[in-house]
């Protein structure tokens, strides 16, 4: 059975590449998304995508995002703070 911690896990997908306008959020091509993982925490998933951001920063249309996976399980959950 999982080891119970004090702290919820809060799910953050990813993920990104390289968009058809600087302006919106349509990939180029869906084939070549990038997945970076799922962490089970904000920070992890921040971090991942500061280092992800990073790598790929001298090409203007590549970007990458953290989705909130715990907020589309759980829409309900967690409403009153940043997470």
């Known amino acids: 059975m999982a080891e119970e911690t004090d702290k919820s896990q809060l799910l953050h997908l990813v993920f990104g590449g390289e968009l058809k306008s600087l302006t919106g959020t349509e990939f180029r091509d869906?084939?070549?998304?990038?997945?970076?993982?799922?962490?089970?925490?904000?920070?992890?998933?921040?971090?991942?995508?500061?280092?992800?951001?990073?790598?790929?920063?001298?090409?203007?249309?590549?970007?990458?995002?953290?989705?909130?996976?715990h907020r589309l399980l759980d829409p309900d959950a967690g409403k009153a703070g940043r997470d």
């Open 30 to 69: 869906l084939d070549a998304l990038d997945i970076v993982g799922i962490y089970g925490d904000y920070k992890s998933a921040e971090a991942a995508w500061r280092a992800k951001a990073q790598e790929t920063v001298d090409n203007a249309h590549m970007r990458y995002f953290i989705v909130h996976l």
